[in-house]
C-alpha cells in the first residue's frame, strides 16, 4: 500500500455521531466502534513512515 491509501482509509473511516465507524458501516455493512482496526493500521503506518523519514532512511 502506499501513502495515498492510507490517506484514503484515514478520510473514510471517521468517527461518526454515535461513536462507531462509519466507513465499516458503509463499506461493509458492520458496526465498529471508533477508532477500528484499519484507522489504527493506518495510523501505525503513516507513524512508521514518519520515524523513518526522521532517522534518515526512507523505505
Do not use: K
Not at 501513502?3 to 461493509?28: K, P, S, Y
Request: glycine residues 10%; aromatic residues 10%.
Amino acid at each position: 500500500m502506499n501513502d495515498g491509501q492510507e490517506r484514503v482509509i484515514l478520510a473514510v473511516h471517521v468517527r461518526g455521531l454515535d461513536g462507531m465507524c462509519v466507513g465499516c458501516r458503509a463499506w461493509w455493512s458492520r458496526l465498529a466502534p471508533y477508532p477500528c482496526w484499519q484507522v489504527e493500521w493506518a495510523t501505525s503506518r503513516q507513524a512508521r513512515t514518519i520515524t523513518a523519514r526522521f532517522l534518515g532512511g526512507v523505505r
